[in-house]
């Protein structure tokens, strides 16, 4: 099948639909106050195309002017251990290939700067974070001599400095237009060759294999795979220094430098692979969704009340998706912010861990496997052993 829009990110044309959703909330990660505002959330189409030349899978239907990233969004994963001890470790490694002591870091969406900081305070760098979601009084203290703040979308023409090293996680698969956001980066370097690159997006061959229709939702506009992230820095005259998978293989980690000429690594090349496992996912998906959906409804027909952990992305489409609202008695977060909020969709109350405590649910299914044990170790240490499955 083609389509009428070409590649974002090569400008190919040899495109395949792969998963379609006739209606989703235009934004999952945002706080609504009322069950009713939740279940009036707009909703809108997606359709997601492959593309067989570069890779790269792209919501051909998006329309960013749906999505307001300045509004009540909460995205951070940091009041998670879990999440605190990777995004500590990932600084040091930065600081261990990166001499950044009083060099200038640019963080593009930057999100509530809780990565931003830890990489000032392991390397002594001066960070600058641009997010128009960023919140001031979540990071007190933080916008003084280490690290500043442009409440904003990144514009290459609003930084007011030549950064020494670019970030960018978890914000490139949110752009529609990825090789406009190429060059935009390249503008804001400036042509200096001597400037780091770390980036870190969602995998998703993982999606694919698995059939996880829950990490597909209207804000991800943009999926890669290793070697379709690394084709993109390299169709923009970057050279990929270092790729690999983290996080229980769910996130691309990726250090480029502003130079051309380096071989590719040998984990850029997967485009066969991808386009079998491509080819395949809409019969995976199709199994997976029902599989889940039998799942939830069979326990709620036999009385057994069914709790979510994950009020985010993964738990707004779990539920949307499959049109599950009441099967779901409670949905648990140990986000604070997120706490007595409204999840779009559903209007699901997103309550505390201890709240379980009042409801006791039969079966608890967690959104993202890499909180298993410490989900588990919390639930025993309320003295509650329900059911614990993870998607």
Same mark, same amino acid.
């Given at each position: !099948?083609? &389509?009428?829009?070409? $590649?974002?990110?090569?400008?190919?044309?040899?495109?395949?639909?792969?998963?379609?959703?006739? &209606?989703?909330?235009?934004?999952? $990660?945002?706080?609504?106050?009322?069950?009713?505002?939740?279940? &009036?959330?707009?909703?809108?189409?997606?359709?997601?195309?492959?593309?067989?030349?570069?890779?790269?899978?792209?919501?051909?239907?998006?329309?960013?002017?749906?999505?307001?990233?300045?509004?009540?969004?909460?995205? +951070?994963?940091?009041?998670?251990?879990?999440?605190?001890?990777?995004?500590?470790?990932?600084?040091?490694?930065?600081?261990?290939?990166?001499?950044?002591?009083?060099?200038?870091?640019?963080? /593009?969406?930057?999100?509530?700067?809780?990565?931003?900081?830890?990489?000032?305070?392991?390397?002594?760098?001066?960070?600058?974070?641009?997010?128009?979601?960023?919140?001031?009084?979540?990071?007190?203290?933080?916008?003084?001599?280490?690290?500043?703040?442009?409440?904003?979308?990144?514009?290459?023409?609003? /930084?007011?400095?030549?950064?020494?090293?670019?970030?960018?996680?978890?914000?490139?698969?949110? /752009?529609?237009?990825?090789?406009?956001? !190429?060059?935009?980066? %390249?503008?804001?370097?400036?042509?200096?060759?001597?400037?780091?690159?770390?980036?870190? =997006?969602?995998?998703?061959?993982?999606?694919?294999?698995?059939?996880?229709?829950?990490?597909?939702?209207?804000?991800?506009?943009?999926?890669?795979?290793?070697?379709?992230?690394?084709?993109?820095?390299?169709?923009?005259?970057?050279?990929?220094?270092?790729?690999?998978?983290?996080?229980?293989?769910?996130?691309?980690?990726?250090?480029?430098?502003?130079?051309?000429?380096?071989?590719?690594?040998?984990?850029?090349?997967?485009?066969? &692979?991808? =386009?079998?496992?491509?080819?395949?996912?809409?019969?995976?998906?199709?199994?997976?969704?029902?599989?889940?959906?039998?799942?939830?409804?069979?326990?709620?027909?036999?009385?057994?009340?069914?709790?979510?952990?994950?009020?985010?992305?993964?738990?707004?489409?779990?539920? =949307?998706?499959?049109?599950?609202?009441?099967?779901? %008695?409670?949905?648990?977060?140990?986000?604070?912010?997120?706490?007595?909020?409204? !999840?779009?969709? =559903?209007?699901?109350?997103?309550?505390?861990?201890?709240?379980?405590?009042?409801?006791?649910?039969?079966?608890?299914?967690?959104?993202?496997?890499?909180?298993?044990?410490?989900? @588990?170790?919390?639930?025993? +240490? !309320? @003295?509650?052993?329900?059911?614990?499955?993870?998607?």
């Amino acid at each position: !099948m083609s &389509a009428s829009k070409p $590649c974002p990110a090569c400008g190919g044309s040899h495109l395949s639909e792969i998963y379609r959703l006739d &209606a989703i909330p235009v934004q999952s $990660c945002i706080l609504l106050d009322t069950e009713a505002e939740a279940r &009036a959330f707009p909703r809108a189409p997606l359709v997601l195309m492959f593309c067989g030349t570069c890779g790269l899978v792209f919501n051909t239907v998006f329309d960013l002017a749906k999505v307001d990233y300045a509004s009540t969004t909460e995205e +951070s994963q940091h009041f998670s251990g879990t999440f605190n001890r990777f995004a500590q470790e990932l600084a040091a490694e930065v600081a261990s290939l990166y001499d950044l002591q009083d060099r200038k870091v640019l963080e /593009i969406g930057c999100g509530k700067g809780e990565f931003l900081q830890e990489l000032a305070r392991q390397t002594g760098t001066h960070g600058h974070g641009v997010d128009p979601g960023f919140i001031p009084e979540r990071l007190p203290g933080a916008d003084g001599a280490e690290i500043t703040f442009q409440r904003e979308y990144f514009d290459p023409k609003t /930084i007011a400095f030549s950064p020494d090293f670019v970030v960018c996680r978890h914000t490139l698969e949110h /752009i529609p237009e990825v090789g406009t956001f !190429m060059r935009d980066i %390249a503008e804001v370097i400036n042509d200096r060759g001597d400037v780091g690159i770390f980036f870190e =997006t969602p995998d998703v061959r993982r999606v694919l294999d698995e059939g996880a229709f829950w990490d597909i939702y209207y804000e991800h506009c943009s999926y890669f795979t290793l070697g379709s992230h690394a084709r993109l820095f390299r169709r923009a005259g970057m050279d990929v220094t270092k790729l690999y998978l983290a996080y229980d293989d769910q996130y691309i980690i990726q250090y480029a430098a502003p130079a051309a000429g380096r071989p590719p690594l040998e984990n850029e090349d997967d485009l066969d &692979a991808v =386009t079998a496992l491509a080819a395949a996912f809409p019969a995976k998906v199709a199994e997976i969704r029902a599989h889940w959906t039998d799942f939830v409804r069979s326990r709620h027909a036999a009385g057994r009340k069914v709790a979510i952990w994950g009020g985010g992305s993964k738990g707004v489409s779990f539920l =949307t998706t499959n049109g599950l609202e009441d099967e779901v %008695a409670r949905v648990i977060d140990i986000n604070p912010f997120k706490q007595g909020k409204y !999840m779009p969709g =559903t209007g699901h109350r997103v309550s505390a861990p201890e709240d379980l405590k009042d409801t006791v649910p039969d079966t608890v299914i967690v959104m993202n496997p890499v909180y298993l044990s410490e989900i @588990g170790a919390q639930l025993a +240490s !309320m @003295g509650l052993h329900p059911e614990l499955v993870a998607v």
